[in-house]
């Protein structure tokens, strides 16, 4: 599970998150957001801010 955490996080680093803590809340609370990350949807707000 640590892996696919550290994994997650690393690809919103890369996407340039600023704020890692409020990025996973926001993906929490709407988690369609997630999709975005790989670029499975056309969703621009990737950062969940």
Not at 28 to 36: D, I, N, V
Request: charged letters at 20%; one cysteine or more.
């Amino acid at each position: 599970m640590a892996s696919f955490r550290n994994l997650a996080i690393g690809a919103l680093k890369l996407l340039g998150t600023d704020n890692i803590a409020k990025t996973t809340r926001a993906i929490h609370h709407e988690p369609e957001r997630a999709l975005a990350i790989p670029g499975i949807t056309n969703n621009p707000d990737t950062c969940g801010t």
